[in-house]
């Protein structure tokens, strides 16, 4: 059964644009998958140590028959193709950061997985590419996207040409 997935893509080293560019492209190639939407590219200030490059973000709709773990796995594999080093520092800069930001309806709390992500509501990075590709979205718990938007201003974002 496929379901619409929404994912986070970020990237500040290696030519940020391009580790996006060539992340879509490997996310329409994963099995049982297909990327229906992608928005801008935006700009954005990094989270955590401010001595990093900013950020370029996207947001993914991908229609998908991967169980939510199996998706899981293959956008860390992904992540590792293009150069990802995980490392004890959090909000570290990364060639290439993959997000599964919700899960068609689902509410997930497992170990590896939580979803809807837990700190999208608070990420303009997120909501405002997010509310791009699906501006009449509604998160699991009911909450229009719109609700999320007007408690998370655009500062610090950039939406690129």
């Known amino acids: 059964?496929?379901?619409r997935a929404y994912i986070g893509l970020g990237s500040n080293l290696a030519t940020?644009?391009?580790q996006l560019r060539s992340a879509l492209d490997a996310l329409s190639a994963?099995?049982?998958s297909s990327v229906a939407a992608h928005s801008s590219f935006y700009i954005s200030d990094p989270l955590g140590p401010a001595d990093q490059p900013r950020y370029v973000n996207a947001v993914a709709a991908l229609?998908?028959?991967?169980?939510?773990l199996a998706l899981l796995d293959?956008?860390?594999t992904i992540e590792l193709e293009q150069g990802r080093t995980r490392k004890a520092e959090r909000w570290?800069?990364?060639t290439l950061d993959l997000d599964i930001l919700l899960f068609g309806n689902l509410h997930i709390d497992e170990p590896r997985l939580t979803v809807p992500h837990y700190h999208m509501?608070?990420?303009?990075?997120?909501?405002?590419?997010?509310?791009?590709?699906?501006p009449d979205l509604r998160l699991p718990d009911g909450r229009p996207i719109s609700e999320l938007l007007e408690a998370c201003p655009y500062v610090?974002?950039?939406r690129l040409p």
């Open 92 to 94: 570290g800069p990364r």
């Open 156 to 158: 610090g974002l950039e």
């Open 121 to 134: 509501h608070a990420r303009a990075f997120v909501l405002y590419p997010l509310a791009e590709i699906a």
């Open 74 to 76: 293959a956008l860390q």
């Open 16 to 18: 940020p644009l391009l």
């Open 30 to 32: 994963l099995p049982q």
């Open 1 to 3: 059964m496929m379901q």
């Open 63 to 68: 229609d998908t028959g991967l169980s939510p």
